[in-house]
C-alpha cells in the first residue's frame, strides 16, 4: 500500500492519478548513450569500460532523482503531491479552496501531450510540470469540485 493509500480520509477516493511524461528523462538518456559510445572510441578496453560504467551509474542517478518519486493525485476532496523516496515532501490542497486551474503547453508539449498544471488557492499557486495528459488532469479536478458543490 503506498503513501496515497494510506492517508485517505474516511470516505475519500482517488479519483485521478496523473503520471510526469517521458520526456523529463531525455538528459538522462543522452547520457546513457553517449556513455555507451565510450566502447566505441579506440583506447584501453579497461578504460572505455570504466569511462562507459561511470556514465551508465550517472545517467542512473540523474534519472533517479528527476522521478524522485513523484506522485499527483486528485481524490473527490484534495488535491495531493508527494516527492521524495527516502525523504518525503508532500502537499495537499483542498479542493474546495481552488479558485483556478490553468495549463501551459509549449508546442513540443502539445506534440506529446505533456505540459504545466498551475492550481491557484488564494494567495497560494501550486505548479505541477511535465504532467502528462494535462487536459485529462485538469478536467479530473474540475469535475470533482463541481461534485462536491453539488453536495
Given at each position: 500500500m503506498g503513501y496515497i493509500?494510506?492517508?485517505?480520509?474516511?470516505?475519500?477516493?482517488?479519483?485521478?492519478?496523473?503520471?510526469?511524461?517521458?520526456?523529463?528523462?531525455?538528459?538522462?538518456?543522452?547520457?546513457?548513450?553517449?556513455?555507451?559510445c565510450a566502447f566505441f572510441i579506440p583506447a584501453d578496453a579497461w578504460i572505455n569500460a570504466c569511462i562507459c560504467g561511470?556514465?551508465?551509474?550517472?545517467?542512473?542517478?540523474?534519472?533517479?532523482?528527476?522521478?524522485?518519486?513523484?506522485?499527483?493525485?486528485?481524490?473527490?476532496?484534495?488535491?495531493?503531491?508527494?516527492?521524495g523516496i527516502i525523504n518525503r515532501n508532500s502537499?495537499?490542497?483542498?479542493?474546495?479552496?481552488?479558485?483556478?486551474?490553468?495549463?501551459?503547453?509549449?508546442i513540443p508539449g502539445r506534440m506529446f501531450d505533456y505540459g504545466t498544471v498551475t492550481v491557484t488557492t488564494g494567495e497560494v499557486t501550486n505548479s505541477y510540470k511535465y504532467i502528462s495528459h494535462p487536459l485529462r488532469f485538469t478536467t479530473t479536478i474540475h469535475e470533482q469540485i463541481s461534485h462536491l458543490k453539488e453536495d
Open positions: 493509500q494510506k492517508n485517505l480520509m474516511s470516505g475519500e477516493y482517488v479519483a485521478y492519478e496523473a503520471k510526469q511524461h517521458g520526456i523529463i528523462y531525455t538528459g538522462p538518456v543522452i547520457l546513457a548513450l553517449l556513455s555507451f561511470v556514465g551508465l551509474l550517472v545517467a542512473l542517478c540523474w534519472g533517479i532523482s528527476i522521478y524522485g518519486g513523484r506522485q499527483y493525485v486528485v481524490t473527490n476532496n484534495r488535491l495531493i503531491f508527494k516527492r502537499h495537499e490542497l483542498l479542493l474546495k479552496k481552488c479558485e483556478g486551474v490553468q495549463v501551459d503547453q509549449s
